[in-house]
């Protein structure tokens, strides 16, 4: 104790005497979009709150987060790649895997690879931006969100945080409302209930009781350096809401016709009224000239939505509190995802521009200009050098920085001397991108049926919603931006996928049967070198499918060949039609009977987003073969089928 004491005693006049290091304030969102907020277009959310600090700050237009939030968070704190730190997937809540380096444990036959296992929390032995700030004199508090280590040897207090408030180590909190030790599924609070989480009054929702600690933490260390990190639960599921809120967007409309969820609206204004609370505190104690200010997303907005039919909660009653809170939310939703990204395409746990680039605005008065705009491609590991180069404390000699300081951008001194800027993501649909320039190439390690090509190229200038994949019309550009991730992977020293020993190509298809979703009516579905074999079996064949969730008007186009050729039509309903209208919702199509592969091309006129979609196909008189099926929404929405790659 005498030493700590002494330690301070000597400390203390030197901090005194040098001039006032500005604090640092990282306000993150979690699951916020591109265009989740009017600063960046959205015309459906309304955040007067960001736009207030837009006008404050320098917005970035080509920021970017890894499309999945712990490996995001880890990045911010490490200022490394998530290839270096290992955490590459939203696995912070998963009990620790033993120390090293794991791939996945199932092997199934149908995968070529073996994908990496992510690490499951923020190694100890990284020196944290928090430890360097901690150890420079700043007071550090961490509020919300950390989901980079459920066991406590690894929370935020042992990672250099002296002040947090945080509770479970889950995705989401177990409850938006307190009582917050209830988890949202009416469990006891066994493992949800971690942290030093507190109760606040009946219904209080989490966001406004994180603004609270985060307030008072400001205030108590107001005389000195600080560093806070205000990590929103908001807008990540469970989706507990405000209800006179959500009531309010359910009656706007979207002039866009891109945005309409309301629950979606009442969380991210609940967010916005936080950030207005934090920059008033700020004002109101004279911190705001002195204090850099960073608004952030962990990754793209979620275009997935959380259906009331999933399986694990069929035996729910109506008195279940997570049952109540889903009913909720699809009364509300309607079947709509939380958002829409366009016009970027895809979302959330997608390597497109949807899943990662991200909404980035930083504010330090008379060093920022206000109202200024970057189109600098920066991400999560530019934090750590930035902030510490702005604050002028060292960097750790032990410690490799992926990331670079875009201090001279922000102050419009200069430019970032970065030839190309990656995202590594072997989970889900695996791959792997680069972005250099207006170019983005991204690499997968082998054919999805959705995604059959393993080279993408997109202009991203010219082409913002990736649409037209120019791999095939420049090879040479292919070739030096994959020559660009190969050196990465050894540069990081990327755990790369490995060749799978159980690997069958005869079983290339999934266990649940080669129709990926595709249900056959009337027909029998079987797969032939190179396309899918449809023969008829009853008088009106089909394909069914509930996996087309898109809004319209829709776009399709099919790959077929048959030796009779016939007439077939496509038929659907919306999510929030009960059945299939008698008229109507119809397009018809024809095709030559021939050998050789024809294109057919149809507009569906589809008013809101589909739930069940029928291809009716002329099979009756000879097996039709089918080698691609292409459904594109309005937006920057897709969903494919592709028989290429099959094997009998």
Known sequence: MFCLVLFFCVLVPVFADAPARPNVVLFLVDDMGWMDSSVYGSQFYETPQMERLAKQSMRFTNAYAVPLCSPTRASILSGQYSSRHGITSAAGHQPPLPEGRHYETKRSPNKQFIYPASKRYLDPKLITLSEVLRDAGYRTGHFGKWHLGAMQQHWPDKQGFETIWHCAPDPGPPNYFSPYGVHAEGRPTGRHKVGNITDGPEGEHITDRLTDEALRFIEQHQKEPFYLN????????????????????????????????????????????????????????????????????????????????????????????????????????????????????????????????????????????????SDAIVGPIDLYPTILDAVKVDKPKEQILDGVSILPVLLQQGTLKREAYFTWFPHLIPAASVRAGDYKLIRRWEPHPSYPDLYELYNLKEDIGE???????????????????????????????????????????????????????????????GAARIEADGRTPFLGTAQVKLTGPLTLKLRLRSKSGGAGKVQWKTADQETFPRTGQIVEYTFKGREDWQDVELKLPVEGKTGIVRLYLPANEAPLEIQRIQFTGKGAGEKNWSFEGAQP
């Open 230 to 373: 205000l990590w929103q639960y908001s807008v990540h599921g469970p989706w507990q809401h405000k209800a006179e809120y959500t009531a309010r967007y359910a009656k706007k409309k979207d002039p866009r016709g891109e945005q309409r969820n309301p629950v979606m609206g009442s969380m991210l204004q609940n967010v916005d009224e936080s950030l207005g609370r934090v920059l008033d505190k700020l004002d109101e104690l004279n911190l705001t000239d002195n204090t850099i200010f960073i608004f952030y997303s962990d990754n793209g907005g979620n275009t997935h939505s959380w259906r009331a039919d999933d399986p694990k909660l069929r035996n729910v009653t109506p008195k279940h509190p997570k049952y109540e809170t889903i009913k909720s939310y699809r009364k509300w939703a309607k079947g709509e995802a939380p958002t829409n990204n366009a016009p970027l395409r895809e979302g959330k746990g997608r390597i497109y521009e949807g899943g990662q680039r991200v909404p980035l605005m930083v504010r330090w008065p008379k060093h920022i200009k206000p109202g200024s705009i």
């Open 467 to 529: 649409s037209t994949n120019l791999a095939a019309k420049m090879p040479d550009k292919v070739k030096e931006l994959d020559a660009l991730i190969e050196e990465f992977t050894r540069e990081t020293n990327a755990l790369a996928p490995k060749p799978n020993p159980d690997f069958n190509p005869r079983r290339k298809t999934p266990r649940r049967g080669p129709s990926f979703g595709l249900v056959p009516k009337m027909c029998k579905l079987s797969l032939v070198k």
